[in-house]
């Protein structure tokens, strides 16, 4: 009598590794890591852009990321029961039981340390502490407030502009005017950025109990007029380094295109108020940031 051998197929160990560091990115947040890197970077370049060193501005990339690892890490910690209720976020590797939570903790433990003593020690306690901040602030406060009030959105819109203070003071060793003028200007467009995709994720968000768009009555056309004193304001703001002398005049123009592209499709979500037109001003919101900051490194070179 003939026996049939019955092979399972394991994944290889790559494959198993690859799937890891998927998760691991996921849990990371590694697209909104590398924004937060960019940021600090271009605020670095601002402040110094005539003695630019390469180490050191990799070793600002590595702390700015390691700390905003952490930051995403403990969040989906705090959220992973809340992340099952919501479609966008089900399938995470906490939520889906992909990844222990032990897992977890050790990798937010270990890059957020890493990552706070790369910014005080390679550079300076000022920007170690600022790093340590953000951490806490959008960790500790701005994640479980997402429950109580879309006063959330201007909490989180503190860590969420900290990266420009941290490369600033990176740069230059203080705060400084310049660190705050960059600051406010990622602050303003923080406002309008997010309220565009709590619009487009507003269902799912009530599904978790959030509530992040300013109106109670969600997507109206009060909840998009809101948008427009905040746009106003990143514009004013934005002309700020030209007025300091921090930029020149071609920067100062292209800051005011895109601001003024910004407000434009602001401005036709309140007309029209649609998805559509949310989904334009996130984009709008995209493109903003990087056309700016890179107009300000370029005028400086």
Same mark, same amino acid.
């Given at each position: 009598?003939? *026996?049939?051998?019955?092979? %399972?197929?394991?994944?290889?160990? #790559?494959?198993?590794?690859?799937?890891?560091? =998927?998760?691991?990115?996921?849990?990371?947040?590694?697209?909104?890591?590398?924004?937060?890197?960019?940021?600090?970077?271009?605020?670095? /370049?601002?402040?110094?852009?005539?003695?630019?060193?390469?180490?050191?501005?990799? &070793?600002? +990339?590595?702390?700015?990321?390691?700390? *905003?690892? +952490?930051?995403? *890490?403990?969040?989906? /910690? %705090?959220? =992973?029961?809340?992340?099952?209720?919501?479609?966008? *976020?089900?399938?995470?590797?906490?939520?889906?039981?992909?990844?222990?939570?032990?897992?977890?903790?050790?990798?937010?433990?270990?890059?957020?340390?890493?990552?706070?003593?790369?910014?005080?020690?390679?550079?300076?306690?000022?920007?170690?502490? /600022?790093?340590?901040?953000?951490? @806490?602030?959008?960790?500790?406060?701005?994640?479980?407030?997402? =429950?109580?009030? !879309?006063?959330?959105?201007?909490?989180?819109? @503190? !860590?969420?502009?900290?990266?420009? /203070?941290?490369?600033?003071?990176?740069?230059?060793?203080? %705060?400084?005017? #310049?660190?705050? @003028?960059?600051?406010?200007?990622?602050?303003?467009?923080?406002?309008?950025?997010?309220?565009? @995709?709590?619009?487009? &994720?507003?269902?799912?968000?009530?599904?978790?109990?959030?509530?992040?768009? !300013?109106?109670?009555?969600?997507?109206?056309?009060?909840?998009?007029?809101?948008? %427009?004193?905040?746009?106003?304001?990143?514009?004013?703001?934005?002309?700020?380094?030209?007025?300091?002398?921090?930029?020149?005049?071609? +920067?100062?123009?292209?800051?005011?295109?895109?601001?003024?592209?910004?407000?434009?499709?602001?401005?036709?979500?309140?007309?029209?108020?649609?998805?559509?037109?949310?989904?334009?001003?996130?984009?709008?919101?995209?493109?903003?940031? !990087?056309?700016?900051?890179?107009?300000?490194?370029?005028?400086?070179?």
């Amino acid at each position: 009598m003939k *026996t049939e051998r019955i092979y %399972i197929d394991r994944p290889s160990f #790559g494959k198993i590794l690859s799937l890891k560091m =998927k998760d691991v990115m996921e849990l990371t947040k590694f697209r909104l890591s590398f924004l937060v890197v960019f940021s600090a970077v271009m605020a670095y /370049l601002v402040a110094n852009p005539l003695s630019v060193e390469w180490l050191k501005i990799a &070793l600002l +990339s590595l702390g700015g990321f390691l700390v *905003t690892a +952490s930051s995403n *890490t403990i969040n989906q /910690l %705090i959220e =992973k029961d809340t992340d099952k209720l919501m479609d966008r *976020t089900k399938n995470r590797p906490l939520p889906s039981g992909r990844m222990k939570p032990i897992e977890a903790y050790l990798i937010a433990g270990c890059t957020g340390v890493l990552g706070i003593f790369i910014l005080g020690v390679v550079f300076n306690p000022i920007s170690g502490l /600022l790093g340590a901040l953000a951490l @806490i602030s959008y960790a500790f406060i701005y994640t479980p407030f997402k =429950k109580i009030s !879309p006063v959330a959105v201007f909490i989180g819109a @503190i !860590p969420g502009s900290m990266p420009l /203070l941290i490369g600033w003071t990176a740069a230059t060793g203080t %705060i400084g005017l #310049g660190g705050v @003028i960059l600051f406010t200007i990622q602050f303003f467009w923080q406002i309008p950025h997010f309220w565009s @995709i709590a619009w487009l &994720l507003n269902d799912d968000y009530k599904k978790a109990g959030y509530y992040l768009l !300013p109106s109670a009555d969600g997507k109206n056309r009060t909840t998009a007029l809101q948008n %427009i004193p905040y746009l106003l304001c990143l514009i004013a703001v934005s002309v700020l380094p030209y007025v300091f002398g921090f930029t020149g005049r071609v +920067s100062l123009v292209i800051t005011l295109i895109a601001g003024l592209f910004f407000l434009i499709n602001g401005i036709q979500l309140a007309t029209d108020i649609s998805d559509k037109s949310a989904r334009k001003l996130m984009f709008a919101s995209f493109m903003y940031i !990087p056309v700016v900051f890179i107009a300000f490194v370029l005028d400086k070179v």
